[in-house]
C-alpha cells in the first residue's frame, strides 16, 4: 500500500476539485504521509474494520456538507447573475428598494458612501433597473483623470485644441448618448470643471474643448463619492448651485460592518467567483476564519473583504482558509473559543436538514432523495437534530 502512495497522491491532485472519505488501515495512520494525504485531500476518513454505525454517521456529514455547499453554490451564482449588490442584510434590502424607485425617472441620482462599499454597482443597477437598460453606460473616476484633461474627457475636444489634440474626439457625454453618465469620485472633480458640468446638466448641451459649437445630448447622471459634499461647499471647493443639482436623489451605501451577515455571505460569493484563481486544495473558509470576518470592523469595506479572499485563495497551505490566511488573526482575541470541527459539522448538516425539507415542503421522502440519504438516516438524523418531520411549519429554525 506505502508503494503506492505517490500514484495516490497524483490521483488526487487530477481530481483536486473532489472531497473525499478515506477508508484506512489503523497501522496506516502513524505513517507521515497518509496522514499528510488525509489532512490535504480528505474530507474525513474512517479506520478499518468497517463500522456500520460510524461510517453512517462520517457520510451523513459528508452528505449533508455537500447539500449545503451545493446550495451556497447556486445561491452564489444567481446573486452574481441577477444582482450585483450581494447581500441579504436590512440595509441592503433597503438599497435594492431605492433602486428600484429611483430608476423609474430621469431625474440626477448622488450615491455617497465611504470607498468601497459598491457605489458604481449601485449606480449600474440604477442604470439596469431604468428605461436606459440596453443604452451605453459610461463612466469615468474623476479623480483618476489629470485637472488638465478632464474637460476634454468628460465633453470632448476639437483638432488642435491644445497640444497632441491631433483629431477631434467626442467625450463621455456625447458616448453615453440614451443611456447613464456615471461621474464617480464627482467631489474631487475641479471648480472649473464644475462649472461645465452644471451648464451641461441645466441644458443637456455640451460644447468640446476649442469650439464654439454646442450639441444637444440625452444623458442621464448618476454621480457618487466619498466626500461630504455639503461640507466641501461650505469649504468653497464645491460649488452649491452644482450640489443641488445632482442631489436631487439620494442614497448612501452602508459600509460592511453595518450589513450584519454580509461579509459571511461575500466571502462565500468571491470565493466562488475567483474559483479558477485558488490553490487547488483549499476547500473554503474554517469555522474561525468565518467568525473572524464577522468581527473585523472592515474599514475597506467590499473591496478589503475581496482583496483578503483572493490573497487567502491563492496563498493559503491548508485545506481551509484560516484567520492568520486572511491577516485577521487579530480579529479573534476578544471572541469566546471557537466551535469544535464536530459542532460546525452538526450545524452545517442540521442546516442542510431543514433547507431540504423546507423547498420539499416537509415531505420526508422528497428531503431524502435530496440530501441523497435513505428515510431511515434521514429520520435518524431529525432526532438527532431535534428536527420535526410533523409538516413545514413545525420545523425548528
Known amino acids: 500500500m506505502l508503494n503506492q502512495l505517490p500514484a495516490l497522491e497524483r490521483f488526487l491532485q487530477q481530481h483536486g476539485t473532489r472531497e473525499w472519505i478515506a477508508l484506512v488501515e489503523p497501522d496506516l495512520l502513524w505513517d507521515p504521509r497518509v496522514r499528510e494525504i488525509l ?52 440595509p441592503m434590502d433597503q438599497i435594492r428598494r431605492t433602486i428600484s424607485k429611483v430608476a423609474r425617472v430621469a431625474a440626477p441620482v448622488l450615491i455617497t458612501g465611504e470607498s468601497g462599499t459598491g457605489k458604481e454597482l449601485a449606480a449600474r443597477a440604477v442604470h439596469e433597473a431604468s428605461p436606459r437598460a440596453g443604452r451605453p453606460f459610461e463612466a469615468i473616476n474623476c479623480a483618476a483623470v489629470p485637472a488638465s484633461l478632464i474637460q476634454s474627457e468628460l465633453f470632448g475636444h476639437e483638432r488642435g485644441a491644445f ?74 471647493r464645491f460649488r452649491e448651485d452644482l450640489f443641488y443639482r445632482l442631489d436631487v436623489l439620494h442614497f448612501e451605501m452602508p459600509p460592511l460592518r453595518e450589513r450584519d451577515g454580509d461579509g459571511v455571505l461575500l466571502a462565500h460569493h468571491f470565493f466562488q467567483a475567483f474559483a479558477r484563481d485558488r490553490n487547488a486544495r483549499v476547500k473554503g473558509f474554517s469555522a474561525s476564519a468565518l467568525e473572524a470576518i464577522r468581527q473585523h470592523h472592515w474599514p475597506g469595506n467590499v473591496r478589503e473583504l475581496i482583496n483578503r479572499v483572493r490573497r487567502a485563495m491563492v496563498l493559503c497551505e491548508n485545506r481551509f482558509i484560516q484567520p492568520e490566511d486572511l491577516g485577521l488573526e487579530d480579529a479573534l482575541e476578544n471572541t469566546l473559543p471557537q466551535a469544535s470541527l464536530e459542532e460546525v459539522r452538526a450545524e452545517a448538516e442540521r442546516a442542510a436538514i431543514v433547507r431540504a425539507l423546507r423547498a420539499c415542503e416537509g415531505n420526508v421522502s422528497a428531503a431524502a432523495r435530496r440530501l441523497n440519504v435513505s428515510r431511515i438516516t434521514l429520520y435518524r438524523l431529525a432526532r438527532r437534530h431535534e428536527i420535526s418531520l410533523q409538516g413545514q411549519a413545525a420545523i425548528k429554525s
Not at 457520510?59 to 447539500?67: D, K, N, Q, V
Request: glycine share 8%; net charge negative; charged share 25%.
Open 163 to 236: 497640444t497632441g489634440a491631433h483629431r477631434t474626439r467626442g467625450g463621455r457625454v456625447q458616448s453615453a448618448h440614451g443611456g447613464t453618465l456615471f461621474l464617480d469620485e464627482i467631489g474631487d472633480l475641479p471648480l472649473e470643471v464644475q462649472a461645465s458640468l452644471l451648464r451641461f446638466l441645466q441644458n443637456q448641451t455640451v460644447q468640446k474643448v476649442g469650439s464654439d459649437h454646442e450639441e444637444k445630448v440625452d444623458v442621464r447622471v448618476v454621480a457618487a463619492t466619498h466626500v461630504n459634499l455639503t461640507e466641501a461647499v461650505k469649504e468653497g
Open 39 to 90: 489532512r490535504h485531500w480528505c474530507y474525513d476518513f474512517h479506520s478499518l474494520p468497517v463500522d456500520t454505525y460510524r461510517l453512517e454517521v462520517v457520510l451523513g456529514h459528508a452528505f449533508g456538507m455537500a447539500e449545503l455547499l451545493m446550495h451556497s453554490d447556486v445561491h452564489c451564482n444567481s446573486l452574481d447573475q441577477k444582482d450585483p449588490l450581494t447581500g441579504e442584510s436590512p
